[in-house]
């Protein structure tokens, strides 16, 4: 398929998992139970052989790439210095991956997370989580069948993704390309499914981007 946005044609996922990123709040200390759960999924997937993605910030950015860390797992950030943004968290000092990709502005930086990454885990977060969030549900949405499918943490996603089923014209196809995990040993075993999923897609159907198959 030969798509007209660079960052589209990325998204066009692997059939294989390997680099999976982690969205959520910036904000989190330490102490926070979500920053702990980001660390200790990312600490279980590193020792699966995943890499661990994130945006090079604090919070749950930092957890994961802490998480990985501590197993001698492989990471990768996705960076950018804003000049006219002071509310946003930047690159945090203390995040610091294996390979760093920095880009100029928050939507380059938004679809490289989203180019480098094979799958996403979504914790909470605030408006910048709801627009990697929607992103990546809209193009998994488009690209069906050769999509990067995404995982929701946290069982406050139940309740936000039946708000939405219920008010919004959501297809069967957008409701397939997640699952809502609330444990960190049940993240791995989600990560197979979806990909079986990924398998079990019929691949000939027709691209809603291009009109090709």
């Known amino acids: ?56 910030g604090p919070g749950i950015m930092d957890a994961s790439t802490k998480g990985a860390q501590s197993v001698k797992g492989e990471t990768l950030s996705v960076t950018f210095y804003p000049q006219s943004a002071p509310g946003f968290e930047g690159r945090y000092v203390g995040n610091v991956t294996d390979v760093e990709v920095k880009t100029s502005n928050y939507i380059e930086r938004m679809f ?14 605030g408006t910048g989580t709801i627009s990697e969030f929607g992103t990546a549900w809209v193009l998994a949405k488009l690209y069906f069948g050769h999509h990067k499918p995404f995982i929701l943490f946290g069982q406050y996603w139940e309740e936000i993704i039946d708000v939405l089923k219920k008010n919004l014209n959501l297809s069967k196809d957008e409701l397939a390309v997640f699952d809502i995990v609330s444990r ?21 159907k027709e691209c809603k981007v291009c009109g090709k198959k």
């Open 112 to 125: 490289k997370l989203m180019e480098h990454a094979d799958i996403f885990i979504i914790f909470k977060g």
């Open 1 to 56: 398929m030969n798509h007209k946005n660079d960052e589209e044609q990325a998204f066009i996922g692997r059939a294989i998992i390997k680099n999976v990123a982690f969205f959520g709040d910036a904000d989190l200390p330490p102490s926070n139970p979500d920053y702990q759960d980001a660390f200790e999924v990312a600490k279980i997937l590193a020792q699966h052989g995943f890499a661990i993605v994130n945006g090079g």
């Open 184 to 204: 960190n040993e049940d993240v791995l075993p989600t990560i197979d499914r979806l990909e079986k999923k990924l398998h079990g897609i019929d691949h000939k």
